[in-house]
């Protein structure tokens, strides 16, 4: 028989607990900070990867969950607004539990998040806290064209149309709902050049 005193952890509300979450285009330098915070002591993931060889700070699950909903380089999710809330809160519950157990926060970063910025809201409300990153938008165009140029025909590749269209669009629901959302942390906005 289960007892409903001791839910499953990954189901415990943790409205309380703060998610960092690293916002910010492909090629910005949100790897950099996502690993700087791994090491500083925030659970990113229990297996990281990304396109950078030192480590993009992204958790493997969590880009499949973004990839599901929004295959890279589409700007509209094809999965309904309330199951990418519903699939967010449930990783991001599991991964708070998970921090809270080894006495930390934790956070998230993939690029999709800065179009699942409301998505992330509605998931876990007041402990989001949104990381920004900021590059020159024509500078991280320019690189994700150059690794879509070196890497041809692989999933992560994309046209030059498709680059300034994904990237423009990524950086403008990012900052339309951080303009929309007062109340919600920013707590650093970092500059790339």
């Known amino acids: 028989m289960r007892s409903h005193l001791f839910p499953r952890a990954g189901s415990a509300d943790h409205s309380a607990t703060p998610f960092f979450a690293v916002l ?24 990281l990867s990304g396109y950078e060889p030192t480590g993009g ?13 929004m295959r890279f380089p589409a700007t509209d999710p094809h999965w309904p607004d309330q199951l990418i809330s519903h699939k967010l809160r449930s990783w991001i ?19 999709h998040l800065c179009r699942f910025a409301n998505h992330l809201h509605e998931a876990i409300g007041d402990s989001l806290r949104i990381i920004a990153v900021d590059r020159d938008i024509n500078a991280s165009i320019r690189s994700l064209k ?5 890497h041809r025909g692989r999933w992560f590749a994309a046209t030059d149309t498709d680059c300034e269209r994904v990237q ?26």
């Open 93 to 111: 519950l599991q991964w708070q539990a998970e921090a809270s157990r080894r006495c930390t926060v934790a956070g998230g970063k993939y690029p």
């Open 57 to 69: 700070g992204e958790a493997i699950g969590l880009a499949q969950l973004c990839e599901e909903a």
């Open 146 to 150: 150059t690794r879509s140029h070196k």
């Open 24 to 47: 910010g285009p492909h090629r910005s330098g949100t790897s950099c900070v996502a690993m700087v915070l791994h090491h500083l002591g925030v659970h990113m993931g229990n297996r």
């Open 168 to 193: 423009t669009s990524l950086i403008e629901h990012r900052d339309r709902f951080i303009e929309l959302h007062p109340n919600v942390p920013v707590f650093a906005s970092i500059s790339w050049t």
